[in-house]
């Protein structure tokens, strides 16, 4: 069975330091992978996702980047952390689906709490 | 662009009461929507959906009906449970991504 790993589960950071956050996926081969965050109040926000090694596709503008160096990993990282990137961060994968379209069938991680102070 | 609105939370409620989750979407065509549910201490799962209009789903005693004329998506159960509190996110997509409600906390007290 597929079962997808986050890490860590909370984080306390201060402000102008480094962020790494990581995502591994197993049981499965060449996933679609995505980064999620929720700010306080506001609906689920997608930041990145990926479709294959070194594949990165990046949906707002930020000062945070991801990077897949193996097929089954998936790391969101920053170099120096604002107090606006507090939030919950989800990983989350899905079976790649048919030419552009994605299959709604996501499979989340169980989340990062980044309190950054 | 497309949205998702649900109800702020928390919601609390006594087990066995009636349970109503709104959510209103914008969009422009015909959207499959979605509920998934977070317990805690967990990752998200998709609890049901509906591709299109009037379709309802349903899982583990919860339903939602599509209604295109309002443009919504309410989640509800007869009966619910301790076992149920939860957050719950209502979700449309839109192209090739999922376009997410805030989320609503559901306490159920014993």
């Known amino acids: 069975s597929q079962t997808i790993h986050q890490w860590p589960a909370t984080l306390v950071q201060p402000v102008g330091s480094p962020l790494s956050l990581e995502c591994t996926v197993e049981?499965?081969?060449?996933?679609?992978l995505y980064w999620y965050r929720q700010a306080a109040g506001r609906g689920l926000q997608l930041l990145f996702y990926?479709?294959?090694?070194?594949?990165i596709s990046s949906e707002v503008p930020q000062n945070l980047s991801a990077s897949r160096p193996q097929d089954r990993q998936f790391i969101l990282s920053s170099k120096k952390l604002l107090l606006s990137d507090s939030g919950f961060y989800l990983c989350?994968?899905?079976?790649?689906?048919?030419?552009?379209?994605?299959?709604?069938?996501?499979?989340f991680g169980s989340g990062t709490q980044l309190s950054v102070l | 662009g497309d949205s998702v609105t649900q109800m702020e939370g928390p919601v609390t409620l006594s087990e066995e009461a009636f349970l109503t989750i709104n959510c209103t979407y914008t969009?422009?065509?015909?959207?499959?929507l979605f509920w998934y549910v977070q317990y805690p201490g967990e990752g998200l799962q998709l609890l049901l959906k509906?591709?299109?209009a009037d379709d309802k789903g349903s899982n583990k005693g919860f339903e939602a009906t599509y209604r295109k004329e309002t443009t919504s998506f309410h989640l509800e159960k007869g009966s619910v449970q301790v076992s149920d509190s939860a957050v719950y996110f209502c979700?449309?997509?839109?192209?090739?991504?999922?376009?997410w409600g805030a989320g609503t906390k559901l306490i159920i007290k014993p």
């Open positions: 989350a994968w899905s079976v790649p689906g048919q030419g552009e379209t994605t299959n709604e069938k996501l499979f």
């Open positions: 049981g499965t081969s060449n996933p679609n």
């Open positions: 990926s479709v294959g090694i070194g594949q």
């Open positions: 969009a422009t065509g015909y959207p499959s």
């Open positions: 509906a591709t299109k």
């Open positions: 979700a449309l997509r839109s192209n090739y991504q999922l376009i």
